[in-house]
């Protein structure tokens, strides 16, 4: 089993800048990442790293302004979010899975979610 404990929500004004984390217990599988849902939306891949290699992925909207990084020693994956816009307000979910494949995991599909930790952006 896995379990995903994510951190580091909260309000911000537009501009500003967050740092998420998502701490990983139980076996480590190969794709980690997380995924937003705003109200009335459905929800939607943020950003995604390859535990081994550190490679990683990012979805159209917050290339630029988000960034994906692990610590390995520590099972944590960090989202750096920085240029914040009021759009980017949602419930934020990491996610690991078993995919070697960035596409694949992008569908949202993961076997492992975490609880969520709401971002607010305020105008």
């Known amino acids: 089993q896995v379990q995903l404990v994510e951190s580091g929500g909260g309000l911000v004004q537009a501009g500003g800048s967050l740092r998420l984390s998502c701490a990983a217990s139980?076996?480590?599988?190969?794709?980690m990442g997380w995924f937003r849902q705003a109200p009335g939306k459905e929800r939607e891949f943020v950003a995604a790293?390859?535990?081994?290699?550190?490679?990683?992925y990012y979805a159209d909207s917050v290339k630029g302004r988000f960034t994906i990084s692990r610590d390995n020693a520590k099972n944590t994956v960090y989202l750096q979010m920085n240029s914040l816009k009021p759009e980017d307000t949602a419930v934020y979910y990491c996610?690991?899975?078993?995919?070697?494949?960035?596409?694949?995991?992008?569908?949202?599909?993961?076997?492992?979610w975490g609880q969520g930790t709401q971002v607010t952006v305020s105008s």
């Open positions: 996610a690991i899975d078993q995919t070697p494949r960035f596409q694949a995991f992008t569908q949202g599909a993961s076997a492992y």
């Open positions: 139980g076996r480590t599988l190969v794709t």
């Open positions: 790293i390859k535990w081994s290699s550190g490679s990683t």
